[in-house]
């Protein structure tokens, strides 16, 4: 079968693989482990690891199997060194990077270390905030995490941000607006949240309390670049309110 003939192929070309196609080994690994064969799966991630040190997915996948076999303590060590050597191609290494980091969520998660599981979730947030927030079929865990978050921390601006985000990116306009008024409540010159609040005012055609918030958002910002994006959806908003 074809199992059985990349393992040939692999071991009557070792060198050519090794020098012309490094990921060999790691696709190797990967056949072995869907024929749940584990120790050899293991043996050749870490081939992977010898030839080339900077290859992530050989950590990333390497760590799985630790996963399986219940090694968590050395399975974070391997997914860190997958962060750590990141990857040249920029795109898949973002989603290399939220994958490698859910899974060290996860592991803390089993592991009972809530507070460190909560700030892998940050972290892979931080990546790609709204392409994270929108995550086909994920809907509702994404949700919950940004629930979760906000219970343990509610002093703090950015947990009400996250929901507010997540309400925004989902067209849920009046769920985000109520969240990001709570958020405003604890910490009024929050722009963050006058942002975002202004961004769900706009979508449901609110021009004038957009309006009203991003003049609030230049009165309290010091950070020019915010003060300029701010201006500019002025500009546009009292276009808009002229225009009703």
Not at 30 to 56: R, T, V, W
Not at 81 to 86: E, T, W
Not at 124 to 147: D, N, Q
């Amino acid at each position: 079968n074809v199992f059985e003939k990349a393992i040939k192929i692999s071991r009557d070309y070792p060198d050519a693989i090794i020098k012309n196609y490094p990921m060999a080994h790691v696709k190797l690994g990967n056949i072995y482990e869907i024929k749940g064969m584990y120790d050899e799966a293991i043996k050749y991630y870490l081939l992977a690891i010898q030839h080339n040190p900077n290859l992530s997915p050989s950590y990333h996948a390497l760590a799985k199997i630790y996963i399986r076999k219940g090694l968590l303590d050395q399975a974070i060590i391997l997914l860190n060194g997958a962060l750590a050597v990141g990857h040249s191609n920029e795109l898949y290494s973002q989603w290399l990077d939220v994958d490698t980091i859910d899974l060290l969520g996860e592991i803390y998660t089993l592991k009972g270390m809530h507070i460190q599981a909560e700030e892998q979730y940050r972290r892979m947030i931080a990546i790609a905030p709204r392409t994270f927030l929108k995550l086909p079929g994920f809907r509702g865990y994404v949700e919950s995490i940004c629930r979760t978050i906000l219970a343990r921390h509610p002093s703090q601006p950015s947990s009400y941000h996250l929901l507010g985000m997540f309400y925004n990116v989902h067209n849920q306009y009046d769920k985000a607006i109520e969240i990001l008024k709570r958020g405003l409540e604890v910490k009024p010159d929050a722009t963050s949240l006058r942002q975002e609040l202004a961004t769900a005012y706009e979508k449901l055609g609110l021009f004038k309390e957009a309006l009203s918030e991003w003049n609030l958002v230049v009165q309290q910002t010091d950070d020019e670049a915010t003060k300029t994006i701010a201006e500019k959806n002025i500009a546009i908003l009292v276009q808009k309110v002229t225009n009703q």
